[in-house]
């Protein structure tokens, strides 16, 4: 079995459901449009069975192809943020509890360095 296939099957089912409604809604948007099959997968630069697979919510579409057709109805313009670091609330996170641990162990640090001086001086 290609690794590929492997992770296509161990998508959580938020994830699947996410990539099934995209495929759904793209549908829908080539509908509105009164655009067929064969001329929006023309358009796309793919075959009629792969745009059903797009729309059937396939998660093994690439996504070069999701791409595409997200520029088709001008939603392209999404993607540069899909993933970018200053929307990462894993990350943020993981900063953050970071520099509370720092900051702790600095003002324990400082507190010994207190003590161990006045206990110097006395």
């Given at each position: 079995?290609?690794?590929t296939?492997r992770a296509?099957?161990?998508l959580?089912?938020?994830?699947t ?12 948007a080539?509908?509105?449009r009164?655009?067929s ?10 075959s ?14 690439g ?11 001008k ?15 894993g990350?943020?996170?993981m900063d953050?509890r970071e520099?509370?641990?720092l900051g702790?162990?600095r ?15 006395e």
């Open positions: 079995m290609p690794k296939a296509l099957l161990q959580p089912p938020a994830t459901a996410a990539i099934e409604k995209l495929g759904a809604d793209l549908a829908v080539r509908l509105r009164k655009e099959l064969k001329t929006w997968a023309k358009r796309m630069g793919v009629v069975p792969t745009l059903q697979r797009l729309e059937a919510g396939d998660p093994g579409v996504i070069g192809i999701v791409a595409t057709a997200l520029w088709l109805i939603r392209d313009g999404e993607l540069s943020n899909l993933a970018a670091p200053e929307h990462d609330q990350a943020i996170e953050v520099a509370i641990e702790r162990a003002a324990q640090a400082s507190a010994r360095a207190r003590t161990s001086a006045n206990q110097t001086k």
